[in-house]
């Protein structure tokens, strides 16, 4: 496990931890080194609290139990107390952004009661609950019991990325600045090697393993953003920006599938998108609104307080005003 984030004197110092999914196999192999770290990572907290250590496996439990099949597994290890965050995988979500766009699609030619149903048919919004649900639950351990809390899916760079981005990001204020949240993309997803290249499959033919969890995680951002309009120093605009730079090829941020291999290949003959961004003229994207609030952010999981993320899915849509003149 690597520690992703720890809070100050005030939260007895209580930690994030993220990790990859233990290899215990259908054998149960355990590692007595693994054990002891992860006792350590448990009573790492000021204050001595003697509370269960908060193991959120990110995964829906049946896919825990196939990996566990397949070599890999959770956690069975005492003092611990493993929760099941139920987030489908890289294939669940394709399939929901596919769904999603087929019924932005079918917009102009639907009935308007077809269109909510075609949303939540696609599932889309149940998978962006979910991954809400997950941080605030981890939000509140952190926050209300001042405990660490360790998190992992199955590899750790993709479900584990938007989890542990978006805990920081409603935990720590510093996160909610412009700059901030440019850091905590490079940190939590480019440097902990999130598989751009793969999951974007920017100039090349989409594989099995195509899925838009970085655009996923995005549209998180924003429902943030409506729920506390006034906590970040920086707009949907910028959401939409970068969700678009991350498929134009146009920076090296974005390319490659680990930190490794941008650094050999990509960096030394490309530019930086935060570089240019921090270069521009960055007001157009900052909020007016805008009140630095210290205090932790809790995330509401509740569907009823989503809305649609319309810049995003209907950015190449015919302006109305446009569709009358061609009628």
């Known amino acids: 496990p690597t520690m992703s984030w720890c809070g100050g004197p005030l939260l007895g110092f209580a930690s994030l931890w993220r990790c990859a999914q233990p290899t215990e196999g259908i054998l149960g192999n355990l590692c007595q080194a693994d054990e002891q770290l992860v006792l350590a990572i448990r009573h790492g907290v000021a204050g001595g609290r003697d509370r269960e250590l908060l193991v959120v496996d990110l995964r829906p439990r049946k896919a825990a139990l196939v990996n566990k099949a397949a070599?890999?597994?959770?956690?069975?290890y005492s003092g611990c107390r493993?929760?099941?965050?139920?987030?489908?995988?890289?294939?669940?979500?394709?399939?929901?952004?596919?769904?999603?766009?087929?019924a932005v699609a079918n917009l102009s030619t639907s009935e308007?009661?077809?269109?909510?149903?075609?949303?939540?048919?696609?599932?889309?919004?149940?998978?962006?609950?979910?991954?809400l649900n997950c941080a605030a639950m981890v939000i509140k351990e952190l926050d209300m019991y001042r405990c660490n809390v360790m998190i992992h899916c199955s590899d750790g760079w993709d479900?584990?990325?938007?989890?542990?981005?978006?805990?920081?990001l409603c935990m720590d204020s510093h996160y909610r600045t412009l700059r901030g949240f440019l850091l905590l993309v490079q940190k939590e997803f480019c440097s902990f090697g999130h598989r751009f290249r793969t999951r974007l499959a920017n100039g090349e033919k989409p594989t099995s393993e195509y899925s838009p969890i970085f655009l996923q995680w995005l549209e998180?951002?924003?429902?943030?953003?409506?729920?506390?309009?006034?906590?970040?120093?920086?707009?949907?605009?910028l959401l939409l920006l970068i969700g678009r730079e991350a498929l134009t090829n146009r920076f090296g941020t974005f390319l490659g599938d680990s930190e490794r291999e941008r650094g050999e290949q990509i960096v030394p003959r490309t530019l930086s998108f935060w570089a240019w961004i921090l270069d521009q003229n960055?007001?157009?994207?900052?909020?007016?609104?805008?009140s630095c609030c210290y205090e932790a952010l809790r995330p509401s999981p509740t569907q009823v307080n989503f809305d649609v993320w319309e810049d995003y899915w209907f950015r190449y849509r015919v302006h109305p005003r446009c569709e009358r003149r061609q009628v």
Not at 159 to 168: D, G, I, K, P
Not at 220 to 237: D, G, I
Request: proline residues 4%; hydrophobic residues 40%.
């Open 71 to 76: 070599g890999g597994g959770f956690e069975s």
């Open 220 to 237: 998180c951002v924003y429902q943030l953003t409506l729920q506390h309009p006034t906590a970040f120093e920086f707009t949907p605009a």
């Open 112 to 131: 308007v009661g077809s269109w909510f149903k075609d949303v939540a048919n696609s599932g889309w919004y149940d998978l962006i609950s979910a991954v």
């Open 282 to 290: 960055s007001e157009e994207h900052r909020n007016p609104r805008y």
């Open 159 to 168: 479900r584990t990325a938007q989890v542990s981005s978006l805990v920081m």
């Open 82 to 102: 493993l929760v099941f965050g139920g987030i489908d995988n890289v294939h669940g979500v394709r399939d929901a952004w596919r769904k999603m766009g087929q």
